[in-house]
């Protein structure tokens, strides 16, 4: 059972990236599926999540309109389309898994990818 994040990478502000979170070994789709991410010297947040029966949320206000999260169920993945980047962004992006409906909270999630490192910058 593997959970695995990707598609980061360092882009100019007002740039674009689409993160993916890959799974083996298990169907996402019997999931809720949150993207984390961590700043420097900062606390772990929650970003978005889609519920098992694809709702979506976004918790920083600073991300909604820009972010968008969706999932392809074929592929067994999970994205996030991240939009008109601000510096602010700069992070590591992680995605994990819950059972239950969608929270933003770190300690419900159960299974965590190893992050993939997003870095805006002019």
């Known amino acids: 059972v593997q959970l695995q994040a990707s598609g980061g990478g360092a882009v100019q502000p007002g740039g674009s990236l689409r993160l993916s979170c890959a799974a083996s070994?298990?169907?996402?789709?019997?999931?809720?599926i949150g993207w984390f991410r961590q700043a420097p010297g900062k606390e772990r947040e929650g970003v978005s999540c889609?519920?098992?029966?694809?709702?979506?949320?976004y918790y920083p206000n600073s991300v909604k309109g820009r972010f968008n999260i969706s999932r392809d169920n074929a592929k067994n993945t999970v994205y996030l389309q991240m939009n008109n980047l601000k510096p602010e962004d700069t992070a590591v992006y992680y995605c994990?898994?819950?059972?239950?409906?969608?929270?933003?909270?770190?300690?419900?999630?159960?299974?965590w990818g190893q992050g993939t490192l997003v870095t805006v910058s002019s």
């Open positions: 994990a898994t819950r059972i239950h409906r969608c929270t933003q909270w770190t300690s419900d999630f159960g299974s």
């Open positions: 070994g298990f169907r996402l789709d019997n999931y809720a």
């Open positions: 889609i519920s098992r029966n694809d709702g979506r949320i």
